[in-house]
């Protein structure tokens, strides 16, 4: 199994039962992992990312600490890739994708990193203000997350970059 920050906790203990005490030691609230009721349902709901935030550490170091106790290779910190200062719209694009957007999302860098870019829009989209944005940046048209988001009945308007071709633009309200 790989251990990512998305990675469920009931999953990560299943597969290496030998963490349990160093998770408890990192985010004490979790001592009650012995139970098995709250370790079925506390477990299945809680990612490595919100045990880091519970415990006060960062995710990426979180991962990794379990990551080495598990005998796996550690993540490479990798630095999300700047997007462009500028944000070019197209002159056919919609009003709506003019206003600054209150997120940027690097969806590929998501990707390198195990994480799956719809969820950390769908997780935005709950923190939107009314008219806001999000600017979600691929490097790949990111076909399945714009029916997605159709699905949810939000506005999405897609572009490429006109200075970087291979650098997918979606705006999503």
């Known amino acids: 199994m790989e251990i990512t920050r998305q990675s469920k906790l009931f999953d990560v203990l299943e597969a290496y039962p030998s963490l349990e005490a160093q998770i408890v030691h990192i985010a004490p609230p979790f001592k009650n992992l012995k139970n ?15 045990v880091a935030q519970i415990g006060g550490m960062d995710a990426e170091k979180l991962v990794n600490t379990l990551r080495r106790a598990a005998g796996l290779v550690e993540l490479a910190a990798e630095e999300d890739t700047p997007l462009m200062m500028e944000i070019p719209i197209a002159a056919d ?5 003019r206003a600054e957007p209150q997120y940027v999302v690097n969806g590929t860098d998501l990707l390198r990193r195990g994480e799956v870019p719809l969820s950390r829009v769908n997780e935005l989209l709950g923190e939107l203000a009314p008219g806001g944005l999000i600017l979600l940046a691929t490097d790949f048209e990111p076909s399945p997350i714009l029916e997605a988001l159709q699905k949810q009945n939000r506005r999405v308007y897609h572009q490429l970059h006109p200075h970087h071709p291979n650098q997918h633009l979606t705006f999503i309200q």
């Open 36 to 50: 098995p009721v709250l370790r079925r349902t506390v477990g299945k709901l809680a990612t490595l990312e919100q």
């Open 93 to 97: 694009a919609p009003e709506w994708t």
